[in-house]
């Protein structure tokens, strides 16, 4: 490596140790990992390659790469991690397991392990998004959940909600900061008297009626289908996805993935960590962006990464510390034949 320490060594096994292994290629842990080699510690990577944001052209709220591609980001993102000697590797990693030593054996999808001192897991979250056809092929579009990231872009057009959860009145509340033109699509959730009358006083319509497709034109929402026949005008449909953590390799070590409620509801799933550091509840394993935080937005879930990389430099900076003393405590024999110490240290 040209400015990174080459910590990594060979285990018993055979495979590659790293001081920290990283898993998921996306804003947090491309992060997590370019703090951690600029820190000197070696470094892998392991991305599949479908980070959740893939569908958007563009992302917005980043200071000073507002409207820059995700992929953009993401390229940038490894080529600085590879500039420092880290090391990003293709691939799935299915389940991890925790060695005697105090280190880590992550599992890939294709039969090959690697052997980690410490583990970073940024592995984000799936939308499940509504049953409605034509909705996946639109997604990041002109099928949006978050205003936020693409308010601006819809601003004053007409946008419908699909009201098929507790969440569809917010939604319709929040984005009329964006637009007046609000439509709430009944679609298979039932209104309270409550919510049609908050709904009226904000001025915002409600259409009764499932909704069973999208019309679209020269590739472009125009609107919706109903059951009945008739349609709905609209540029863009509003919808509250499912987020659900992808969460095998924290679960495989015995980290499970818990519900997240807003309001009382279920709005999906992730795995608890430490909010200051991304420490989970299994020393030595830390997590950051999506997985752990289901409406962190790409530059929250970076900052996510650093933070969480700071922390584990740290932890490793005391175990090698707590070597060191063991080590000349026992004199000088012993020292010599100390070598690196545990993998997990």
């Known amino acids: 490596m040209d400015n990174a320490r080459d910590s990594r060594n060979s285990g018993d096994a055979g495979d590659d140790v790293f001081d920290v292994v990283v898993v998921g290629g996306g804003a947090a842990g491309l992060a997590g990992a370019l703090t951690l080699v600029r820190a000197r510690r070696s470094v892998l990577v392991i991305d599949s390659g479908s980070p ?84 996946g092929a639109r997604w990041g579009r002109d099928v949006l959940h978050c205003p936020y990231c693409h308010g601006w872009e819809v601003r004053d057009l007409p946008l419908a909600v699909l009201a098929d959860g507790p969440l569809a009145v917010h939604q319709a509340q929040l984005w009329r900061q964006w637009s007046e033109r609000i439509t709430l699509l009944a679609h298979t959730w039932r209104l309270t008297d409550a919510d049609r009358e908050l709904l009226a006083a904000l001025g915002v319509r409600v259409v009764e009626g499932e909704v069973t497709g999208l019309a679209v034109e020269e590739d472009r929402l125009t609107g919706v289908t109903l059951a009945d026949g008739s349609g709905v005008e609209c540029a863009a449909l509003v919808v509250a996805p499912r987020f659900t953590a992808r969460s095998g390799v924290l679960t495989s070590l015995g980290l499970p993935a818990v519900a997240v409620e807003r309001d009382g509801h279920v709005i999906g799933t992730c795995v608890a960590s430490d909010p200051a550091t991304g420490a989970t509840a299994l020393r030595g394993v830390w997590a950051a962006g999506n997985v752990t935080a289901l409406t962190e937005q790409v530059v929250g879930a970076a900052a996510q990464g650093v933070r969480a990389a700071v ?10 510390g707590r070597r060191a003393l063991a080590a000349h405590r026992a004199g000088p024999g012993a020292r010599s034949g100390a070598g690196a110490g545990p993998v997990g240290g």
């Open 52 to 135: 959740r944001n893939a569908p958007a052209a563009h992302m917005h709220g980043y200071l000073g790469k507002d409207g820059e591609s995700p992929a953009a980001l993401l390229a940038g993102g490894r080529a600085e991690v590879a500039g420092y000697g880290g090391e990003i590797r293709p691939g799935t990693a299915i389940a991890a397991d925790r060695l005697p030593d105090g280190g880590f054996l992550v599992r890939c999808g294709d039969g090959s392990t690697v052997r980690a001192r410490r583990l970073l897991v940024a592995t984000g979250l799936v939308d499940e998004l509504p049953a409605v056809p034509g909705i």
């Open 311 to 320: 922390a584990v430099n740290a932890d490793l900076i005391e175990a090698e």
